[in-house]
């Protein structure tokens, strides 16, 4: 049998056809196992077996009609077993969320408490209670993640700890003052790392900042496509710092704990607050507490008792405008505000709920914070933002406009995750709620 006859007859067997044959069915490969006679693809011009097999590429078209997936329709929230989580946000928006006709929002609403009668979540507030407490933070935990308490040695003190960072020095400023002062204090700049020296009275270093506000993704700043190490794309008139230090704080002056309520009565809030800078650090300028079921509870403009040094608006999404309006509350007012309906059994939940209770002067032990329930995979003191922990378990897109965040959007996101974290505890141990 002659070589040609060979060839000829194998192809019979295993289906093979000239390709440059005309109105010939495109045959079906063999298995990768098979391979052809040395010789034989060179001789009648066939393809080599490796280009021979279909490729990922060429799915969905003529020469492999199987379909491509779709990987917007294929695309699901993680976690995919529970059912969709009906929300706040699908009901009727709330006074804090309306817009009026200039485009404003009405941010400040009068104090009230919503009734628990038809709770959005599908739950009721007792019923959420008690699926909470095994998420609260553990009392001895407390102050390991920052969070104020009362030391009861005498004289007995409200103090917090801080994980500690190592700052820039300053180089080549010229100073007016003495840095052995008594009355001169060094902070560190959160923005841009830098130190600065201020008092009683107000700021000592002259010297104008420049940071990125974006944070730091795949080796470039968010904020302008920057290498990290680069002079800052935006500046202020002085730099400015949160009001902690590293180490333990002590004595905290204004602090107050949550008293106890002789009606035990299980209730569940979201607490979000807004904060500026001031030369004493970071002050209150804004409160939102929504009740378990979504509804604004409490949302006041706060007026701060030192000078405002910077707004944070590309963050806090609050001018001084707000915060000087004739509906704004001071300070007193607000803490006593809270204080009435917040007792020592209530749970608040909220995202790096420590910032908050610190700026409202609180110590509270019942706490679920959604930065500890879903943690960083480096650890504490690193923290998943509330953004990035909506759009990975939620696939929900939070904190995207350019006016600044939204408490009242954030604080039902923490509710949200909360829920996600109960339906998927108990759905991982094959329980139901």
Known sequence: MSDSEFLDRLDEEMGFVDPFEDNVAEPEYPPRHVSLPLGAAKAFGRPKTDEIYKKQSEIGSPRCPQQRPDKKKCKKPFPNFYEPIRSARDETPSQDCSENKTGAKERNNPHRVEAAVSPVFGLTEEKLYNLLIQHTVAPEDLFSNCFSQVEPSPPVKHCFGKPFRIPKRLAGIEEDFDRNSPTAVERTCVRCNDQFFVNEHGYLTKQQCFYHWGKISYCRHTCCENTPGSKGCTSSKHHVWNGTVAGINEPLQGF???????????????????????VRGLELCRVTVLGFDGATVY??????????????????????????????????????????????????????LDNDLRVLKLVHSKIVDTSLVFPHERGFPFRNSLKQLMSVHLNKAIQTSDNGHSPYEDALSCLELIMVKIKLHYAQRRLTI
């Open 299 to 352: 949302d006041y403009f706060v007026l701060p008792e030192e000078d405002v040094v910077d707004y944070n608006t590309r963050f806090s999404g609050v001018t001084e405008s707000d915060v000087y309006g004739p509906k704004s509350k001071t300070f007193q007012q607000v803490q006593s505000d809270l204080l009435d309906f917040i007792d020592e059994d209530t749970i608040l939940i909220g995202h790096a």
């Open 256 to 278: 107050v704990s949550t008293k106890r309520s002789e009606k035990v009565k299980q209730k569940v809030f979201a607490v979000d607050c807004e904060m500026c800078y001031t």
